[in-house]
């Protein structure tokens, strides 16, 4: 693989500054990431990038194992990755210096951008790769990240920048937990509000949900327009065993040549809607668009026909309950409102309650840890955390299995609460 990796590099090292136009496919390689035997990795890593300046017009990534073969994600799943180009703050983040340009997940959307469009590389940028990968194995497994960049150099395109719109922004893990208590067919939603500094085009973009999501909705609330829906594709091979509510395996994108017209001061407002009549932990709505600066008309403009890469949306497939991977031991705790969740177990694995306590964790480790549902009445998941608490009260009567979802092979518990 290292091979791959010397000859993308001599291939852009070869182009002469100043050549003639070229499109290039350069594929790239993350550096090797060890996953620990049904366990969790998420870092950062800085990655390599195309070294003459030029263009991104297209992007995709998977996982590759030492030889350099496709690794299947039934194997290790590739949660999330996200890619980010250092000392340039983000559009709608902009206390952070890393400008979020391309990510990925379950649904393993690309970038592709319509052609004349291309986001702007320099030979001296720094690119950062955030990522979330699960090992579905009970054994450690060593991976890299395989990107597969289409690069335009010698011809000036019109820029684009991305556009992160997230429910949950600028935070290190942008999740959330859906309570699952609404009943059937009822949905919630959460949304966030992005303000546009100048007028412009958005030229292509595309979505991501998790287990229970039903769509994301993209509006202009200035000109109350509609302007693209994200609809979740289900189905697929599941890994086994499941550690996490399985994930669309495609959201619908779009891309449009003439580009969507925006104005400066337009609001573009983002709406992650979620199935409510069961529990879906950690969940997220992110959609990344991509938008060319520009003079737009006055108003409110018309929408232009979108090419779409919908997918294949309908119901999600029937979820199965996650199943604890290790049995809960020790006693029953039953005068007890608090325990430890330090590293590798929860203090009290089993805990009987009665309807209306709360219940309080108390982080102690030193790598973090989470409290996440498997299956119970109600959605309850707690940022990943080495220290401080959190807490619950406990209304409804049922068995609670929880599990932490960085080391599901490990960490688990159950909570019974009992009406009387
Ligand atoms: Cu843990």
Known sequence: MRRVVLLAA?????????????????????????????????????????????????????LVDSAGATVSPLDVMLHHVVFAKLRTPDSTCPGSLAERFYAEGEERMVMALPPGYGYANAGTDLWGLVYMLMNHHNRPESVSVRYTVTYVTGQ????????????????????????????????????????????????????????????LDLTNTTCSQRLFQSLPTWGGAMPMPMMHEPGPTHMSRFETPTGIPVAAGDTLRLTAVYDDSIP??????????????????DGCSPEPPLQIDLGSPGPPTASMPLTLLRV?????????????????????????????????????????????LATGPVGIASPSMRSGSFSFRFTRAGTYNFYCSLHPAQMTQTIVVRKG
């Open 10 to 62: 001599l291939a852009v090292f070869a182009l002469p500054a100043g050549a003639h136009a070229a499109t290039q496919t350069i594929v790239l390689q993350s550096a090797p990431i060890a996953v620990p035997a049904y366990g969790v990795a998420t870092s950062f890593q800085l990655i390599p990038h195309p070294q003459v300046d030029g263009y991104v017009v297209g992007m995709k990534a998977d």
């Open 156 to 215: 000036a395109l019109t820029p684009v920048r991305p556009i992160w719109m997230d429910v949950h922004n600028c935070t290190v893990d942008p999740i959330f937990t859906v309570p699952g208590t609404g009943g059937k067919g009822s949905t919630v939603s959460r949304s966030m509000d992005f303000r546009l500094p100048v007028s412009g085009r958005i030229v292509a973009g595309g979505g991501h949900l998790h287990g229970g999501g039903v769509r």
């Open 280 to 297: 879906h932990m950690r969940v997220m709505g992110i959609m990344i668009l991509y938008f060319a600066p520009g003079a737009v008309g």
């Open 328 to 372: 809960p031991s020790g006693p029953v705790a039953k005068n007890i409102t608090s325990t430890t969740v330090g590293d590798y177990r929860f203090g009290a694995q089993r805990v009987l309650l009665r309807i209306g306590q709360t219940f309080r964790w108390r982080f102690v480790g030193t790598v973090e840890h989470d409290v996440t």
